[in-house]
């Protein structure tokens, strides 16, 4: 991906006051998943990308009178004076690739357009509108070639291409949502071109998904637009979890008649899960079933149905989209790491790294902790420009930190705190990302800071759950146990098999704690320890708990089990960090009564 050298958007980089600028069509070319490929065999790819660039891409980009400006190792930048020629040029790259990845190794380009002013510096450009074309591509289906509203604007109805509405999307480091289009060539069929199309080219890096139309099996056709709404609503919310590539809806409409298996549909789209559901609708209740399919496997990894209520129509559907949405994501990722752990991990892309990291998490046990920061520094090393790999990388080493499983819990606290700041500026706007600095500044102790990061993560996906649960131990910790307990009600019906779920109770616990229900707190912290016995939070809050309650015996008991999976953990390092937020006070008293050393 090509972006401004300072990393910035929207700066000029010249100060001099005779800025050259004109309005230009630039085009942004980057080879989907170059990282994998250099990984398998790294002189084979080199050999093939010039030869692309020497067969392909010079001779295009000269018809159609582009100008290279820049170029990397997996991408280029061309500028030209007319944006139909961009697109009529993207296109015909796109078709050359296609008819070559038949009888050559699969190299497959991502090709974004955008129109906009930019700032020319010794033949270099730069500006908004190289930036947003960097990220047009970066939102483009591989072997497609997607334009910016601007662009389509300058050529509608001067092309013979059909352009398909993709929405509005947030792009990184971009202050404005940009309405994207997927160019499509003429003489494919109109339904499912790119469908077809897009059957020669290698699976997407990201976990890959089609949401196929959900029936209506109520035998009433005019509730067609009920289950048309649902699976638009799913591919939405799909689509706001950055962490999965989701086949857009207009793709998915045209297979509503004649609808073929799931795993020939996955081959069709390239993608690695299916999601299919019904809706069946009678009287005053509507009973909504979904299940997520594997595609290589065609096993179901998930299956559910959800039975409400017609009180308020748009209110239910807002509820089962959200619940389905909120199940998958844990489902796909746990599928994801056992693809990747039945491979060798010498041979994993950055992607596969941090997906094996993000399960680890999940049991926080000194091993899967130290597994997940192992990855997750391998991920940052093999992709630079990851965010997510950062941000497993702050999270793991902020708990390790905390539970004093390294050799120097305050160098692990000081590089998670420099991880912080590097998943942030390289990936602000991504909901996993910062779900996992705000939670990394949780177990640093640094409630208030956390705190706007997690509310962040939730507001750009409020399905994640695991943000909730961290979200409502920062408001138990600042003595807001009601809105604290809000969150981890949300987030046990988004997920409720979550392979975090243990941090759901451990939430749920410090609330009532918190709001001084002690025999409520015991309860919830019961349930989180038969999640995960070893969870290092439900027990140390189920002494606070007993030992508020009155139960010392007991209490002195967690906090013996508590030492036992973290010997060294004492109230200094419960106070630590600045945990001097009022709800976490009342905690640490407890702990004290309970017999935590100092």
Not at 241 to 246: E, K, L
Not at 537 to 551: K, V
Request: glycine share 8%; hydrophobic share 45%; net charge negative.
């Amino acid at each position: 991906m090509i972006l401004c050298p300072d990393g910035k958007v929207g700066e000029d980089p010249v100060a001099d006051e005779r800025i050259e600028r004109r309005l230009a069509a630039i085009l942004a070319a980057d080879v989907a998943g170059y990282s994998r490929l250099m990984g398998a065999d790294e002189v084979g790819t080199l050999t093939a990308l010039k030869a692309i660039r020497r067969e392909i891409f010079d001779p295009a980009i000269a018809r159609h009178n582009g100008r290279i400006v820049k170029t990397t190792g997996d991408g280029l930048l061309v500028e030209f004076a007319s944006s139909v020629d961009a697109v009529t040029c993207a296109m015909a790259v796109q078709e050359l690739m296609a008819k070559r990845d038949q009888d050559q190794p699969q190299i497959t380009f991502r090709i974004g357009i955008n129109v906009g002013d930019v700032i020319i510096d010794d033949g270099d450009i730069f500006g908004d509108g190289v930036n947003i074309a960097a990220r047009v591509e970066s939102e483009c289906e591989p072997g497609g070639v997607c334009l910016s509203s601007n662009a389509l604007e300058q050529i509608r109805g001067k092309t013979e291409f059909t352009f398909v509405d993709l929405g509005e999307r947030a792009l990184k480091n971009i202050d404005r949502a940009v309405r994207l289009y997927a160019a499509r060539s003429a003489a494919l069929p109109k339904s499912a071109a790119h469908a077809v199309d897009a059957s020669s080219h290698p699976f997407p890096d990201k976990p890959s998904i089609a949401v196929l139309p959900f029936k209506n099996i109520s035998g009433d056709s005019d509730q067609e637009y009920f289950a048309d709404g649902m699976t638009g609503d799913i591919i939405a919310l799909l689509s706001r979890t950055r962490d999965f590539f989701v086949i857009a809806k207009s793709s998915t409409d045209s297979l509503k008649v004649g609808l073929s298996d799931p795993t020939s549909l996955a081959r069709q789209f390239r993608v690695r899960y299916i999601l299919e559901g019904s809706v069946r609708k009678a009287a005053n209740r509507v009973r909504v079933t979904a299940q997520l399919i594997e595609a290589r496997t065609g096993k179901t990894l998930w299956a559910d149905r959800f039975d409400r209520e017609l009180s308020d129509l748009f209110l239910v559907q807002d509820e089962v989209t959200s619940g389905i949405v909120g199940a998958v994501y844990p489902e796909v990722l746990a599928a994801e790491a056992g693809t990747f752990k039945r491979s060798s991990s010498t041979n994993l892309d950055a992607w596969g790294l941090v997906a094996r990291g993000m399960m680890a998490l999940a049991t926080f046990t000194r091993e899967s902790i130290s597994n997940a920061n192992d990855l997750a520094d391998r991920a940052s090393k093999l992709d630079p420009e990851f965010g997510l790999a950062f941000g497993l990388r702050a999270f793991s080493l902020a708990y390790r930190s905390y539970m004093q499983w390294g050799r120097d819990w305050l160098m692990d606290a000081r590089q998670a705190s420099q991880d912080i700041k590097s998943a942030v500026s390289l990936q602000s706007d991504d909901p996993t990302v910062l779900f996992l600095v705000g939670g990394a500044s949780w177990f640093m102790g640094r409630v208030l800071p956390g705190v706007p990061l997690l509310e962040r993560a939730i507001q750009l996906n409020p399905n994640l759950a695991m943000a909730r649960a961290l979200l409502g131990l920062g408001y138990a910790s600042l003595d807001r146990p009601a809105d604290g307990l809000a969150q981890a009600e949300i987030a046990f019906r988004l997920s409720p098999r979550d392979p975090m779920a243990c941090q759901f109770f451990a939430a749920e616990t410090l609330c009532h704690f918190a709001a001084g229900d002690f025999s409520r707190a015991i309860a919830s912290a019961q349930k989180g320890l038969q999640v995960n016995p070893n969870s290092l939070d439900n027990h140390l809050y189920l002494a606070a708990a007993l030992a508020e309650s009155g139960d010392q015996s007991r209490a002195q008991k967690q906090v013996e089990q508590a030492l036992r999976i973290a010997p060294a953990m004492s109230l200094d390092i419960i106070s630590r960090g600045g945990r001097d937020a009022p709800g976490w006070q009342k905690y640490h008293v407890a702990l004290r009564k309970a017999g935590l050393p100092s």
